[in-house]
């Protein structure tokens, strides 16, 4: 299983960026998706989650300005950000939580990261 995370890049305060992160390999289903960020020297912190069943979550920094979705196979997420500040300058990572074939439970895998700088 992997997940491939892309569209990050440098943009300035107030505008915007869409990541997206895909997963694939043997997967039976996934259930959630999610995004987080880390910036230098601090924790890595939820930005946004989705269930499977579209149920989504914000962390309050980012609530009214980024919205999280998912394609409608469930496989690809996507982070529409906007209004964005120098506050949000991160490496942002998706997370999925996936049922892989012959696996018996669910677990949790990350994508590489993506580096997103808001900056003048």
């Known amino acids: 299983v992997q997940l491939q995370a892309c569209g990050g890049g440098l943009v300035q305060p107030g505008g915007f960026l869409r990541l997206s992160c895909a997963a694939s390999g043997s997967i039976v289903s996934i259930n959630s998706m999610g995004w987080y960020r880390q910036a230098p020297g601090k924790q890595r912190e939820l930005v946004a989650s989705i269930t499977s069943g579209g149920n989504t979550n914000y962390a309050g920094s980012v609530k009214g300005r980024f919205t999280i979705s998912r394609d409608n196979a469930g496989s690809t997420v996507y982070l529409q950000m906007s209004s964005l500040k120098p506050e949000d300058t991160a490496v942002y990572y998706c997370?999925?939580?996936?049922?892989?074939?012959?696996?018996?439970?669910?677990?949790?895998?990350w994508g590489q990261g993506t580096q997103v700088t808001v900056s003048s």
């Open positions: 997370n999925a939580v996936i049922l892989e074939s012959g696996v018996r439970y669910y677990q949790g895998y």
